[in-house]
């Protein structure tokens, strides 16, 4: 069965590195989602992405975030700069349609910025 | 508001038992899915149901939704130990057409 595949699976890094978390959405999906889920807190929504640009974005997902699929298959979220709060897991899903279907979602990447 | 908070927070139940939890949400939506996250892992699509469904069955899952109460629940009928998750309800709130907003979750603990 098709599945969104992300990695690193882990990451480690300084504050004030940049960061880049990569996702392999289902092939015959088109629309992109990045998640994020802080310890012990609810699962948020960062960015959606369809023909290849943003559709909607949070207030989280702020200049120092950015995305991008950069050939036909992936898909990125690159933090600038990383800031202690940005540790968290992040998720990439995608989605056959817009409204009313199911996202599927990656195992995550969990990332911790020391 | 918050949209998407389930209840209870956690639910301890022996196997073979029946586990129900609930959501609910303050805006219209145009579904609901339930999603399932063993702990530290990835979200495991559950299910979906759309706001003009009432019930929907899938193998030992059951759920409902209630759009005038704004609100949904999830049943697992005859739980095993493997069922010991988080499960969170997600909504895909009208006027927004493209994220989930999730609930906080149930924690099942299911002991053998």
């Known amino acids: 069965e098709p599945e969104v595949t992300q990695t690193p699976s882990h990451q480690v890094t300084q504050m004030g590195q940049e960061v880049i978390l990569r996702c392999v959405p289902i092939s015959n999906h088109l629309y992109f989602y990045w998640y994020r889920q802080i310890l012990g807190q609810k699962v948020e929504f960062l960015v959606s992405?369809?023909?290849?640009?943003?559709?909607?974005k949070s207030e989280i997902f702020d200049d120092q975030f950015s995305v991008e699929r950069p050939d036909g298959s992936n898909f990125t979220l690159k933090i600038r700069s990383t800031k202690l709060e940005d540790s968290a897991m992040y998720f990439c899903a995608s989605s056959v349609e817009r409204v009313g279907e199911t996202q599927y979602f990656g195992p995550g990447t969990r990332l911790l910025v020391l | 508001s918050q949209q998407g908070e389930e209840d209870p927070q956690a639910l301890s139940i022996q196997e073979g038992e029946n586990a129900t939890m609930n959501c609910s949400y303050k805006?219209?939506?145009?579904?609901l899915q339930w999603y399932r996250q063993n702990s530290g892992r990835g979200l495991v699509h559950l299910i979906l149901?759309?706001?003009?469904?009432r019930e929907k069955h899938s193998g030992r899952l059951r759920v409902t939704l209630d759009t005038s109460k704004k609100s949904s629940s999830l049943l697992i009928t005859a739980s095993r130990a493997a069922d010991t998750a988080s499960y969170f309800c997600?909504?895909?709130?009208?006027?927004?057409?493209?994220?989930?907003?999730f609930g906080k979750g149930t924690l099942l603990t299911v002991n053998p």
């Open positions: 805006t219209s939506i145009n579904n």
């Open positions: 149901i759309r706001s003009n469904e």
């Open positions: 997600a909504t895909d709130r009208r006027g927004s057409n493209y994220k989930l907003t």
């Open positions: 992405f369809y023909n290849n640009e943003i559709s909607e």
